[in-house]
């Protein structure tokens, strides 16, 4: 199983788009500071996930996120009782 997720960094509300197969591991790596592109904005709060049977899909969805603003936006509006704001 591979996911695709979505953080919100208590910090400052910025939102942070990735994929992993250890969706709990990863969390707890970002709220660690242990991954260098989110390290200045932690802590991180898991607002959203989605779950793919396969690695090709998650990776297409997380591609599709963080290049067309569209999808995101509509993301975004899809779960903003999710978001902090």
Same mark, same amino acid.
């Given at each position: 199983?591979?996911?695709?997720?979505?953080?919100?960094? $208590?910090?400052?509300?910025?939102?942070?788009?990735?994929?992993?197969?250890?969706?709990?591991?990863?969390?707890?790596?970002?709220?660690?500071?242990?991954?260098?592109?989110?390290?200045?904005?932690?802590?991180?709060?898991?607002?959203?996930?989605?779950?793919?049977?396969?690695?090709?899909?998650?990776?297409?969805?997380?591609?599709?996120? $963080?290049?067309?603003?569209?999808?995101?936006?509509?993301? $975004?509006?899809?779960?903003?009782?999710?978001?902090?704001?």
């Amino acid at each position: 199983m591979f996911f695709v997720y979505l953080l919100q960094s $208590k910090k400052d509300k910025s939102l942070y788009i990735g994929y992993t197969s250890d969706l709990l591991a990863r969390f707890k790596k970002h709220n660690l500071g242990l991954v260098r592109s989110t390290k200045a904005r932690i802590p991180f709060r898991l607002a959203y996930y989605e779950s793919y049977s396969s690695r090709q899909d998650a990776t297409h969805r997380e591609h599709n996120l $963080k290049l067309r603003a569209k999808a995101l936006r509509q993301l $975004k509006d899809r779960i903003k009782h999710c978001l902090e704001v």
